[in-house]
């Protein structure tokens, strides 16, 4: 997409705006995905065959991923500019338990508990000639993994963090599902020298960030112009006090954890008010 005038104005006075950070965090965001995506489609194609007989894979999944790397560590340097809302933890997998027929086990039970089961070939049973030996597989403790959250304009990030940043960060943590992302043209993302000369000027440190409560969308070459009214100040915990205020006789309705999709309807909204937050619970509760 072109980049619009007053951005590069903008820039030029040392000038961050809500509306430029919200097209370039979506801009590096989804170059990172394109990348991440020609990686893994390269690796199902040609790598196991490259790797097994020795020729070069042209699709080059190793500069993907250096790419796909290259964006993200682009896109964390601008997240530093709005601090996070709260911390996403997700459910990553279960860890496996491995039990042996030589740890005396109780068949009956470790059976009906497995997940999967086979045998295996153990030397060090005995080192002249090799044995079989059963083994099963049960399902164990749940693993997460942890996110800083953060909504700028209409898109939300998230950052992955270690369980202790987590916890120490002293921000409400919110379970939620599987995160599935995907790529964007990128004749619809900002250009990549107008997205760097911001990184040059963060990194300066000399620059000076504005929010603003009105965004025009800058878009207009791809989508129709769409003002969208949203005080920044009004986080997810301000939300439910605004909610609590208006609407005291109805405390069950405000027990919703914060999703992705609750959070992008509230952002869109065009008038924020009690009112349009309790009718986007509403449709919310009713979907569940």
């Not at 809500?18 to 965090?25: N, S």
């Not at 301000?238 to 609407?247: C, G, N, R, S």
């Not at 065009?270 to 509403?282: D, V």
């Amino acid at each position: 997409m072109d980049t619009p005038e007053i951005f590069y104005e903008s820039l030029s006075k040392g000038i961050i705006t809500y509306e430029m950070l919200d097209l370039a965090l979506f801009s590096l965001n989804k170059r990172a995905k394109n990348y991440r995506d020609q990686k893994r489609k390269a690796k199902k194609s040609l790598y196991a065959q490259a790797q097994l007989f020795g020729f070069s894979n042209p699709d080059n999944p190793e500069e993907a991923e250096r790419m796909e790397k290259e964006f993200y560590a682009k896109k964390e340097r601008l997240l530093q500019i709005v601090k996070p809302a709260c911390v996403h933890q997700e459910l990553a997998g279960y860890k496996k338990d491995y039990v042996y027929d030589k740890d005396g086990i109780d068949y009956a039970d470790v059976f009906i508990d497995s997940i999967f089961h086979n045998r295996v070939l153990d030397r060090g049973i005995c080192r002249k000639e090799g044995k079989d030996i059963r083994f099963f597989v049960r399902k164990g403790e749940p693993y997460y993994r942890y996110y800083f959250f953060r909504c700028i304009g209409t898109h939300t990030y998230h950052s992955p963090i270690n369980k202790e940043t987590a916890l120490s960060s002293g921000l409400p943590i919110h379970i939620i599902n599987e995160i599935k992302t995907e790529g964007e043209r990128n004749e619809n993302l900002l250009p990549e020298d107008f997205v760097d000369q911001m990184l040059a000027l963060v990194d300066s440190g000399t620059y000076t960030y504005v929010p603003s409560n009105t965004i025009h969308s800058p878009r207009e070459s791809i989508l129709p112009p769409v003002t969208y009214v949203i005080p920044q100040k009004y986080e997810w915990e301000e939300v439910l006090d605004l909610l609590k205020e208006k609407y005291p006789e109805k405390p069950g309705l405000m027990k919703v954890d914060l999703s992705i999709r609750l959070w992008r309807k509230i952002m869109k909204l065009r008038a924020f008010s009690a009112e349009s937050c309790m009718k986007c619970i509403l449709e919310e509760r009713r979907k569940r």
